[in-house]
């Protein structure tokens, strides 16, 4: 399972990194760095990484496979 990022929707609100530090980054002006970018998640970090996605006001993250 892969996470996707929307980088034109992201607006820096931090909530997917505060939640899941594991999967998302932030560059430096705040806004969303995929930790695994085009790659499969690890098992462990799946659950997190749906609730940071559920939680992203701009609907710029999503799940995938
Ligand atoms: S929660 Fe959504 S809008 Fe906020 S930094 Fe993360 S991806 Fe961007």
């Not at 996470?3 to 806004?31: K, M, S, T």
């Not at 749906?50 to 995938?64: F, I, R, Y």
Request: with cysteine; net charge negative.
């Amino acid at each position: 399972m892969k996470v996707r990022l929307d980088d034109e929707l992201c607006v820096g609100h931090g909530r997917c990194y505060a939640l899941a530090p594991d999967v998302f980054d932030a560059d430096d002006q705040g806004h969303c760095v995929l930790r695994f970018d085009d790659e499969d998640l690890p098992e462990r970090f799946v659950d997190v990484a749906k609730q940071a996605v559920a939680n992203c006001p701009e609907d710029a993250l999503a799940m995938e496979g």
